[in-house]
């Protein structure tokens, strides 16, 4: 039988997501090896695992690359791929929040300055509120904007609220709860059915409640 091509986003949230894997049927002991590859296969258990930048798991698995992955909600609202998405897995919560300096007083006839590696999730919150707002695209420690006067306010992910707090922010709004989701190929859905039905089953009786 073909193996399953499943996309694991590297770091943290990765490790975990083998973990869950592993403990529903689909261990690959390789995988567990300090070394810096990539591409992981267990042929015995139906799986090759690759490790990729988490923002990337569904890219690779709308052009078929990979037959499912794990992706957080945050891309997939961002982004919007063509995937199914199967299950919740319960893990990497967190939340997509609205931050501000503790003294900054919102005006609703100002234009709003919303920094943010969200763009699309910020643009869809503030229009259903016929919010104007100029979005500020960055890449990363988007805490510092406020801070230094390039934006009013944040839309960022907040999961222990520990980097607002050293950085003298606060959430002001919270916009979606955020975690982690198993999404497959919807071609390999078809064609891959079983395989990938069976995962889910084992999967679903092993996740977080
Ligand atoms: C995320 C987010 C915050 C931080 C929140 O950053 O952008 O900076 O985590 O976590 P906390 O509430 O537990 O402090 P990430 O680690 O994804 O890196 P980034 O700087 O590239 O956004």
């Given at each position: 039988m073909e193996l399953l091509n499943v996309a694991l986003p590297k770091g943290r949230l990765g490790e975990k997501v083998y973990g869950l894997l592993k403990a529903a049927g689909y261990p690959c002991p390789a995988i567990e090896e300090e070394n810096?590859?990539?591409?992981?296969?267990?042929?015995?258990?139906?799986?090759?695992?690759?490790?990729?930048?988490?923002?990337?798991?569904?890219i690779y698995v709308?052009?078929?690359a990979a037959?499912?992955?794990?992706?957080?909600?945050?891309?997939l609202l961002e982004y919007g791929p063509d995937v199914y998405e199967l299950a919740d897995l319960g893990l990497g919560k967190c939340r997509m929040c609205v931050a501000a300096k503790k003294d900054f007083r919102d005006s609703a006839d100002r234009l709003l300055r919303?920094?943010?590696?969200?763009?699309h999730i910020a643009a869809r919150y503030y229009s259903a509120q016929s919010r104007e707002i100029d979005i500020i695209k960055l890449n990363g420690s988007i805490e510092i904007a406020p801070i230094l006067?390039?934006?009013d306010v944040i839309v960022d992910i907040v999961e222990t609220g520990k980097t607002l707090l050293e950085n003298d922010l606060e959430p002001r709004e919270t916009i979606v709860?955020?975690?982690?989701?198993?999404i497959a190929n919807k071609v390999s859905y078809k064609f891959k059915h079983e395989q990938i039905a069976a995962l889910c089953e084992r999967l679903e009786a092993r996740k977080n409640p």
């Open positions: 810096r590859k990539l591409i992981f296969e267990n042929p015995e258990a139906g799986v090759r695992y690759f490790w990729v930048k988490p923002s990337d798991v569904a709308e052009r078929g037959d499912i992955g794990v992706a957080g909600k945050d891309i919303v920094a943010t590696k969200f763009p006067g390039l934006s709860p955020i975690s982690a989701r198993l």
